[in-house]
């Protein structure tokens, strides 16, 4: 009896897409090299109405999606399927009309879609928000951890974790993305039990996932890794892969983000 092959592993990716209309062509152009079977989009940075659901749909996925006018906006994408929606906006502050959290169902798997506010500038209004947006934010994911589902935390975090994941950390002391506080925060959410599939199998390398239109930051390499995969006990058993389509980034009218992906193996 011939051996059974092998089925290829789930790809989950993350991608700041900056302007899902602006860069429709740069996104369906990657979705076909890449295909990844789950992708979540941050910064669609269009209304609700404006979310280009038939281009995605030829291009072979079901999708659902946060939007709102001129900022923000998230995205789930699951290639030949319907995403399952299970949570809209991120709980605990029904004021908050931020379009910044979304949860799906996709294969046997939690897909939490986030974009966390930048906080700039530091001290100041915008940084309290990203705070208490991060105690919800810890909340809600200790909720879903006490589930024991294979769960993937997902998107652009706009925290640093650590002094790797920065080109030049002491030019970024007092940024937000870097403050003591915001990577207290965002720790206080991993060591609940999470696991950095980035950092787990690339523990010792420089790699990053943003370079700002600024200062010639993508030609000299002067990179943040900003965008994370927390993935949740039993899902973090399956991790196999992970890396960052850094090509994208050095394309024509490119987002200031590029794409990062990781793959699981199957279920046992």
């Known amino acids: 009896m011939p051996a059974r092959k092998r089925r290829p592993d789930f790809k989950i990716a993350t991608f700041n897409v900056n302007g899902v209309n602006g860069r429709q062509h740069?996104?369906?152009?990657w979705l076909a090299e890449a295909r990844p079977d789950v992708v979540c989009l941050q910064e669609l940075k269009a209304p609700q109405e404006r979310f280009p659901l038939r281009a995605i749909n030829d291009a072979g996925y079901g999708a659902?999606?946060?939007g709102q006018k001129s900022w923000n906006g998230v995205a789930i994408l699951a290639r030949g399927a319907d995403p399952i929606e299970t949570q809209r906006g991120l709980p605990g502050d029904p004021e908050d009309q931020q379009s910044r959290y979304l949860e799906a169902a996709v294969n046997g798997i939690l897909i939490c879609c986030l974009y966390a506010p930048n906080g700039n500038p530091s001290p100041g209004p915008k940084f309290d928000y990203k705070l208490?947006?991060?105690?919800?934010?810890?909340?809600?994911?200790a909720a879903l951890l006490a589930t024991d589902a294979p769960i993937a935390l997902v998107g652009d975090y706009n925290v640093m974790p650590t002094d790797?994941?920065?080109?030049?950390?002491?030019r970024w002391l007092d940024d937000a993305l870097f403050t003591p506080e915001a990577r207290a925060a965002f720790h206080t959410v991993l060591?609940?039990?999470w696991t950095d599939a980035i950092r787990t199998l690339h523990p010792e390398e420089r790699i990053y996932t943003f370079w700002d239109y600024l200062r010639n930051a993508w030609?000299?390499?002067a990179g943040l890794r900003i965008d994370h995969f927390l993935l949740s006990p039993s899902l973090a058993t399956r991790l196999v892969a992970a890396g960052v389509d850094k090509n994208v980034r050095g394309r024509e009218h490119a987002s200031d983000h590029a794409p990062v992906w990781?793959?699981?193996?199957?279920a046992d």
């Open 164 to 170: 790797l994941d920065v080109y030049k950390p002491e």
């Open 262 to 266: 990781i793959e699981l193996k199957d």
């Open 64 to 66: 659902i999606w946060q």
């Open 191 to 193: 060591n609940q039990g």
């Open 26 to 29: 740069l996104l369906l152009e």
């Open 219 to 221: 030609g000299r390499d």
């Open 132 to 141: 208490a947006w991060y105690r919800r934010l810890a909340e809600r994911s």
